[in-house]
């Protein structure tokens, strides 16, 4: 089974961009979805941006704009591009991978079961 290794979280400012990435172990194959999602101490983890071998993607509301989501075409590492970042962003922030499935539009990214999950990387956002 293929692990997922996160990395890229940082320390910034309100205002400020990151790019985190997830490099896999090992091939994920191309039908796998592959999503971020992040959880601050004390409450429930959400989904951020998911991609579909498809390359369909799908954004919970409060990032759309601002994060992007995208593979390379080996499909061994993932990013998400973070701009426009805010405090209430802050969090450790993980990747995770599922089986194949596919995104339809306004598909929320919480639709898969996902089974395979990174370490976390932590992302602080200053004012």
């Known amino acids: 089974q293929a692990q997922l290794m996160e990395s890229g979280g940082n320390s910034v400012q309100s205002g400020g961009s990151l790019r985190l990435s997830c490099a896999a172990s090992?091939?994920?194959?191309?039908?796998?979805?592959m999503a971020w999602f992040r959880q601050v101490p004390g409450k429930k983890r959400e989904g951020v941006a998911g991609i579909d071998g498809s390359g369909h993607t799908t954004y919970a509301d409060p990032f759309k704009g601002r994060f992007a989501i995208s593979v390379d075409n080996a499909k061994t590492t993932l990013y998400l591009q973070m701009n426009n970042l805010k405090p209430e962003d802050t969090a450790v922030y993980y990747c995770?991978?599922?089986?194949?499935?596919?995104?339809?539009?306004?598909?929320?990214?919480?639709?898969?079961?996902?089974?395979?999950w990174g370490q976390g990387t932590q992302v602080t956002v200053s004012s």
């Open positions: 090992e091939y994920i194959r191309a039908a796998y979805c």
């Open positions: 995770a991978a599922t089986p194949p499935c596919g995104y339809g539009v306004g598909s929320p990214v919480e639709t898969y079961p996902y089974n395979i």
